[in-house]
Structures are given as structure tokens and as C-alpha cells.
């Protein structure tokens, strides 16, 4: 009640167009008459959180019948003239409307007393109660849908965090187990010498491969989510253009059966992190070998000015609906539902690499291509990356 900033003016209002100079809103339970707000003029006693015995008031009548109480002085009233209430409490006027919810449950009453005698008679002062009734029943209906979105939204906010940490430890738990079994496959490769354990420790090594691909994606995602966003360590490069090469080279040897062409062109040195455009560019590469037509190569461009460096990779191939274009950089989001890769974190990774370096990675996507441009200054940006206390436990 204390948060509906118009109850201390309607109490007021109340008082004023009736003369009477104690107004409460009550409460009013099968077991309780709690008064919530108090406009008091007389001294009565009680205020906010103040409790009456219930029998003893006359809004647990109303509890019960749903009708409001009026009368101007109780002493010469019919019914009131000996009623306990009047008496035990020293009230000559009375005023009681019911205050309902939009569910139709009773709250309490908007009630109004006075030692004196009152005149209630006109019925547009009854109205004009009812009608604060009303709002305050309203005002009451929106206090509760309020808390229950802001408490909605707080757990949600909650359970994301708890999950994203939860994400961050396994995928940090997992590292030095897998680091375990790939040091123990190698170590099994120059020990063994038949040709059918080469296969299955090669085969391990390669699942480890992978399995340390999706551990490293994890990572990046829980430095993402919960730091201050992937670090990078800007350094200016004069050879990008043969480790972007380099990186082609590599996609193109796991995918044999696939086209990329390239043309790359650097003519500025470029201030980034080798590392992780080397890691957008696999992602972006991946991506459109995954997506793209097969019998269409995949394109890559390259080239930087005084000012930009620019990356773009291009597909052919189905384009993707605008419903999942708006939400591709989401994690866990894949571009094709029937083609799973990985856990849908690449394109999320990509487009924080590029935020770290200051850069921007659009979308577009057309019957005829889908293109993935990143761009970035040339000259870096300048970036101090303090690490969180969640990232300082992915780090170790």
C-alpha cells in the first residue's frame, strides 16, 4: 500500500468531502483488521500496521455482506444507535466502502470516522468513495503484476547466470582430464606398432582435437557472458595476410571435397590478436562450408586501407530466414536446424572477437549469397581488459 503514491491523497480527499478528520484503508482478513495507510486528524490511535480486534469493527460485517456502511450519526440511527462499535470506539459519523480486486476477491475497506456528526447524505459523496475504491483495488491488482514480473525477470536473471557459471566450470573441469588422455594417446602412439592401434589412437586424438575445440568455445562463451568480453592482445601485424592464408589452408585440408578461394590483399599492417582472427576466421569459414552449397566454393577476402581492415567470407547456397538472420549471433543458435555444428557458440565467439577489437561482423543473406563481412581499424583500439573474478577461475 505504501508504494501507491495517490492513497495519502485520496485519504485526504476523503476527509475533505466529508468533513471527517480520521480516514484509514484497512485490511480485513477472516482473523484480521490491519490498517495499511492513515490520514488522522483526530488523535485516534492508530496508525500503519495498526490492528483492531476484527469482531469488534464493523468493516467485518462488510467482510462478509459486500455492502458499504454509511450513516451520519450513530446515536440517532435505527440499527447503529446500539451497536458495540459506535460505542466502543466513540464514533458518531461512519463511512465504509469494500475494496475489491480485479479477480473479484474483497481486500479491506476505505473507511472514514468522526466523533462528530456528519453529513453523508449526498450519493456523490457515496460515488466518489466508491470510485477510490476502485483505484485503489486497481492500483493494488498492479502493484501484484509488477512484483510478479520484477520477481519473474530477477529469477530468470539468476538462473541464467547460475547456468552460464555452470557452463563456465564444467567446461573448465573438463580441460585437464582431456589434456590427460591426449598426453596418454601420444605417448601410446610411439609404443605401439600394429597398424590397427595407430588407427584407433589416431581416431582418439582426433576426437580430442574436437573435444578441446567445443571445451575452448565453451570458455570463450563464459569469458563473454560473464567478464568484460573475450580478451585480446593487440599486436601490429606485417604478415596477416599469410596466416590468413595459413588458416585457409588448414579449413581447406580438413574439408578436401570443398572449394575456398581467396583473394587477399594487406596492404597496412594491422593492429589485432592473430590468434582470435584466426579463430573468427575458422569459425566464419566453418560456417559457410557447413551452410553453403557444395558445389559452390566458399570466398574470402582480405584487404586493408589507412583506416580499415575488412575480412569478408561469402556462400552460396540457400539463404537463411530473416527470422533466424536477426538471431544468428545469439549462442546456441545454429542456421540450420537440419545441420548441426558444434554448439551453435561460433558465430556468438566471432561477433565477440570482433567487439574486442573494436569491430563490427554483419550479415546478409540473398537467393544469390550469404556474406559475413567483419570490420576493424586498422590501428586496434585502445583496450584495457580487467578480468572478473569468474574469469580469473577460468584462466587458472
Given at each position: ?22 480516514t ?14 492513515v ?53 458518531e ?46 492500483e ?38 582431456l589434456?590427460?588422455?591426449?598426453a596418454?594417446?601420444?605417448a ?77 590483399a ?79 557458440l561460433?558465430?556468438y ?13 554483419q ?29 580469473r577461475?577460468?584462466?587458472?
Open positions: 500500500m505504501s508504494r501507491i503514491d495517490a492513497v495519502p491523497t485520496i485519504l485526504q480527499t476523503v476527509a475533505h468531502t466529508t468533513g471527517m478528520r480520521f484509514a484503508v484497512a485490511r480485513v482478513t477472516d482473523t484480521h483488521w490491519t490498517a495499511c495507510a490520514y488522522d486528524h483526530i488523535d485516534f490511535g492508530l496508525g500503519v500496521g495498526s490492528e483492531l480486534v476484527l469482531e469488534s469493527t464493523i468493516c467485518n460485517e462488510i467482510r462478509q455482506h459486500h455492502q458499504a456502511v454509511v450513516f451520519n450519526q450513530a446515536s440517532k440511527h435505527p440499527y447503529f444507535s446500539t451497536h458495540h462499535t459506535p460505542k466502543m470506539y466513540g464514533f459519523s461512519y463511512v465504509s466502502i469494500p475494496i475489491f480486486l480485479a479477480n473479484g476477491d474483497f481486500f479491506g475497506t476505505l473507511c472514514a470516522i468522526d466523533p462528530l456528526p456528519a453529513k453523508l447524505d449526498d450519493p456523490n459523496i457515496v460515488r466518489t468513495l466508491e470510485l477510490f475504491a476502485q483505484l485503489i483495488g486497481a493494488l491488482d498492479a502493484q501484484d503484476r509488477m512484483e510478479i514480473s520484477a520477481n519473474a525477470l530477477l529469477d530468470a536473471q539468476q538462473t541464467a547466470k547460475l547456468r552460464e557459471q555452470f557452463i563456465a566450470v564444467l567446461g573448465h573441469d573438463l580441460r585437464n582430464p589434456m590427460a588422455i591426449q596418454g594417446a601420444e601410446l602412439q610411439l609404443k605401439v606398432s600394429d597398424e590397427r592401434s595407430l588407427t584407433i589412437l589416431q581416431h582418439m586424438l582426433r576426437s580430442g582435437d574436437r573435444m578441446g575445440g567445443l571445451i575452448n568455445d565453451i570458455l570463450d562463451f563464459a569469458r563473454g557472458r560473464l567478464g568484460s568480453g573475450i580478451p585480446v592482445v593487440l599486436e601490429t601485424q606485417h604478415d596477416l595476410a599469410d596466416q590468413l592464408r595459413n588458416v585457409i589452408a588448414e579449413v581447406q585440408q580438413a574439408n578436401p571435397g570443398r572449394a575456398v578461394d581467396a583473394a587477399i594487406i596492404d597496412m599492417p594491422v593492429a589485432c590478436d592473430p590468434g582470435r582472427l584466426a579463430q573468427l576466421l575458422v569459425n566464419l569459414l566453418s560456417n559457410a562450408l557447413t551452410h553453403g552449397a557444395d558445389d559452390q566454393p566458399v570466398l574470402v577476402v582480405a584487404r586493408s586501407d589507412n583506416t580499415t581492415f575488412e575480412l569478408t567470407v561469402v556462400n552460396g547456397g540457400q539463404p537463411i530466414a530473416a527470422d533466424k538472420l536477426d538471431r544468428l549471433f545469439e549462442p546456441f543458435t545454429r542456421g540450420d536446424e537440419q545441420l548441426p555444428s558444434g554448439l551453435g561460433g558465430l565467439i566471432s561477433m565477440e572477437i570482433a567487439k574486442a577489437h573494436g569491430g563490427t561482423l550479415v546478409s543473406s540473398t537467393e544469390a549469397e550469404t556474406c559475413f563481412v567483419f570490420r576493424m581499424p586498422v590501428q586496434g583500439m585502445q583496450r584495457q581488459h580487467h578480468e572478473s573474478r569468474e574469469e577461475a577460468l584462466n587458472r
